[in-house]
């Protein structure tokens, strides 16, 4: 509990001094720091996370993102987004797979007047070179019908679906827990989509533990990582920067997404594909 001469110290501090010199240091200080905030936030991403990035074989830009035409081919998201902003851009060959990869944040609002706005994706946006080759699309998504309503009913829903592809049932009943899959193709899908690849998919899933959808469009993969933080961030302006614990922090990002191609074996070519 604050003493009481102390309270009453600061309440007679500010009869005789007054609230303004307070709040004109307030608004001085926080001018200070937008000012010198941006510059060092932008230095220390293009030397510190820049290094990181380089040392997993990766180019980094702060600035840069997966573009909107990429996203929108991706089709892994059927909202229009309002909003689109990202950065981060990391990009790199992983053995013989190329790969880029970028912080995304979408959004689309709704209402009049007083309009709203939620988030379509916020995370890690992915996209990689896939080890076969296909012309259709294949698209694995979080069920959330068969999470909410159970199999039978979360089929039925699923079916009911007026915008993706034909609904593709497989045969493994674990990764059907998780996904729907929808495709323009019933062959080409279960082409792509091997037991092995299912089960790398799951694991996948199960170490970013979040949201996980992807895509199998014009020969490439895309995969939306939901992540409700933001990444690569630099520190406070006035505090340390050599602070281990964080610059392991975004190692350990980087090196969970460069993962991705050994955990999707996307190294190993088809013959049709070397």
Request: aromatic share 16%.
């Amino acid at each position: 509990m604050v003493p009481l001469h102390l309270v009453l110290g600061c309440c007679y501090f500010f009869l005789k001094v007054g609230i303004w010199p307070l709040l004109l240091a307030a608004v001085g200080f926080f001018f200070f720091y937008q000012y010198h905030a941006k510059p060092f936030r932008n230095s220390y991403k293009t030397q510190i996370i820049a290094t990181l990035a380089q040392a997993q074989g990766l180019q980094y830009n702060h600035q840069a993102c997966i573009s909107r035409s990429e996203y929108d081919q991706s089709q892994i998201f059927v909202t229009t987004p309002d909003r689109y902003w990202g950065d981060d851009m990391l990009t790199g060959t992983v053995g013989k797979t190329g790969i880029r990869f970028s912080e995304l944040h979408t959004q689309y609002k709704s209402g009049g007047k007083n309009k709203t706005w939620h988030t379509i994706f916020r995370g890690i946006f992915f996209i990689a070179d896939f080890n076969k080759h296909f012309i259709g699309e294949t698209f694995v998504l979080p069920d959330v019908s068969e999470n909410a309503f159970g199999s039978t009913l979360g089929g039925f829903f699923q079916k009911l679906n007026m915008v993706r592809p034909q609904l593709i049932k497989l045969e493994d009943v674990e990764f059907e827990k998780h996904f729907a899959i929808y495709g323009t193709d019933q062959v080409e899908a279960r082409y792509i989509l091997s037991p092995a690849l299912m089960q790398r998919i799951l694991t996948l899933k199960q170490k970013f533990n979040t949201k996980v959808a992807l895509s199998f469009i014009g020969s490439h993969v895309y995969i939306a990582i939901t992540i409700n933080k933001t990444l690569f961030e630099a520190p406070w302006l006035f505090s340390t920067v050599d602070n281990y614990k964080q610059l392991e922090e975004f190692h350990t990002d980087i090196a969970m997404c460069v993962e991705i191609v050994e955990l999707l074996d996307l190294n190993t070519r088809i013959w049709t594909k070397e």
